[in-house]
């Protein structure tokens, strides 16, 4: 794709939040930009300055599905995508993509789209009525799915047996801007605790996420009532499960171990500060927290779902914990506790295999697939 086959055209990302964007995708924008394309966003939740877009567009999306703010947003859309032609449309996370597909059933001369899927929302866990009801609504938007980028191979498998999209692809996430991490440092390290509140001899776990039940860091809060005194489990993030969680851990008596420090900007002097990272999460996609711990060389100790068993393969990469299992979790974290060795083996396995998700590896597979897609409009036009 030349600058110059480029000018003229638009992009549209959609997402269900700014911070996702913001987070995961500005790499992909500067380089439309660059390309010559007119690069719009259009996304819910807290707005934010999203750099590269020509123009951002507010939508009023909730987390239920059945919200009518949801199918308000995706007259917007609709009404949006009309009026400014867009040459292709990247949507992303579950919701918003369902949403702006919903937008383009049944209009003529519509976008290319592409759908990037950062975790199908159900599994072979998920109950029955559940799971039906969610692939019944990715199924109700294949016809206008024109390419489907998939990060784990259990999302590959359902995408294409199910045919849910013209084209399934998998690639390995978004890759990790390993810009955002620091070498070790000492320094760093104890000013992070420090302002914690985290003590330079505690064995501090790290998890960021948002508070969800989906995220379960009840799990890892429970599991803190059979860990020693010296373990300190740090987990970073907002969401409305966030003062459930500060409850619990007080009526375990455990507060003192449990640090909410909210949304953190810099979380690679987290990682640096911490001795392992964790996660206690229901179902993922590929999940970009595990691989940037990974990448910073730390252990880590996740639940054994899809998305995490991609990642890390139990006792080489990383170590594995049936989710849900408090105990279970506890007793892996007894394992690093114990053995500085294990620790430093896992950290450095870990880092070699997250070699293949760095920024640098995985934008040009993505960018490919775009590059890819695009042909398909310009034969159509006979350009």
């Not at 049944?106 to 990037?116: D, I």
């Not at 045919?163 to 070498?183: E, F, N, Q, T």
């Not at 020693?228 to 970073?236: K, Q, R, S």
């Not at 950290?347 to 042909?375: C, D, H, M, N, T």
């Amino acid at each position: 794709m030349t600058k110059g086959a480029a000018m003229g055209r638009k992009v549209l990302f959609t997402a269900s939040t700014y911070s996702h964007i913001v987070n995961f995708h500005l790499p992909y924008l500067r380089r439309f930009q660059e390309e010559g394309w007119t690069v719009h966003v259009a996304c819910g939740g807290q707005p934010m300055p999203i750099p590269y877009a020509d123009l951002t567009l507010d939508l009023p999306f909730e987390k239920s599905m059945s919200s009518p703010k949801n199918f308000k947003a995706a007259a917007v859309l609709r009404g949006k995508i009309r009026e400014e032609g867009y040459d292709l449309i990247s949507t992303h996370t579950s919701l918003a993509a369902f949403f702006t597909r919903l937008a383009l059933l049944g209009l003529k001369g519509r976008p290319l789209v592409a759908n990037m899927v950062h975790g199908y929302l159900f599994d072979d866990q998920t109950p029955w009525h559940k799971r039906s009801l969610l692939l019944a609504a990715e199924r109700s938007t294949a016809s206008v799915t024109d390419l489907l980028l998939t990060m784990n191979r259990w999302d590959y498998d359902a995408a294409s047996a199910y045919a849910l999209g013209r084209k399934v692809v998998h690639i390995p996430g978004v890759g990790v801007d390993l810009s955002r991490l620091y070498m070790p440092d000492s320094e760093l390290r104890r000013r992070v605790r420090e302002g914690a509140g985290v003590a330079e001899e505690a064995f501090m776990l790290f998890y960021a996420a948002e508070f969800s039940g989906r995220k379960s860091q009840s799990v890892l809060i429970r599991a803190m009532e059979q860990l020693p005194g010296e373990v300190v489990l740090v987990l970073a993030g907002d969401g409305t499960m966030r003062r459930e969680c500060q409850e619990l851990a007080g009526r375990l008596g455990v507060s003192d171990r449990v640090v909410f420090p909210g949304q953190v900007s810099d979380v690679g002097a987290w990682y640096a500060a911490a001795d392992a990272a964790v996660s206690s999460s229901r179902i993922e996609g590929l999940p970009f927290n595990v691989m940037e711990a990974m990448s910073a060389g730390l252990p880590v100790v996740a639940s054994s779902v899809k998305g995490h068993e991609d990642l890390i393969v139990d006792g080489e990469t990383g170590l594995l914990y049936p989710y849900g299992d408090a105990g279970a979790f506890a007793k892996q974290i007894l394992r690093l506790l114990s053995s500085q060795s294990l620790r430093r083996e896992l950290g450095e396995r870990g880092q070699k295999s997250a070699a293949g998700y760095r920024l640098e590896e995985v934008f040009p597979i993505v960018w490919a697939q775009y590059e890819e897609l695009l042909p398909v409009r310009a034969a159509a036009e006979g350009r």
